[in-house]
């Protein structure tokens, strides 16, 4: 009888180890969005390279977009810049246009 090869258990992240996704593991940053009560999201931003100061960043967000936002400060993924509303496309045309971030380097989660 032959073996059945579907039976046989396989871990596929059992290459990965127990890294966790910080955000600036790979230097990638990430654009998110979360699902807050009704219509209201919120963008959040992380990975962002330490040369850049978040504090000013932030600064920038929300005067070139009109919102508000926050700079949160995580154990496990570092500083995350949040934004009101459903930023991810002028965060990332801002990034690549006047902080010469390549597109390669940025990841859009969401919807």
Not at 67 to 73: A, F
Not at 84 to 90: A, C, E, L, T, W
Request: aromatic share 6%; hydrophobic share 30%.
């Amino acid at each position: 009888m032959s073996d059945i090869q579907n039976l046989q258990s396989y871990d596929p992240f059992a290459d990965l180890g127990d890294s966790k996704d910080t955000g600036d593991q790979q230097g990638y940053i990430h654009i998110r969005i979360q699902q807050r009560n009704g219509r209201k999201t919120l963008t959040t931003i992380q990975g962002l390279p330490s040369n850049f100061d978040k504090k000013r960043m932030l600064k920038i967000f929300k005067k070139d977009f009109a919102c508000n936002g926050t700079l949160v400060e995580d154990e496990e993924l570092g500083s995350v810049i949040q934004l009101q509303g459903d930023q991810r496309v002028k965060v990332l045309t801002l990034l690549t246009t006047e902080g010469g971030i390549d597109k390669k380097q940025v990841k859009i989660h969401g919807f």
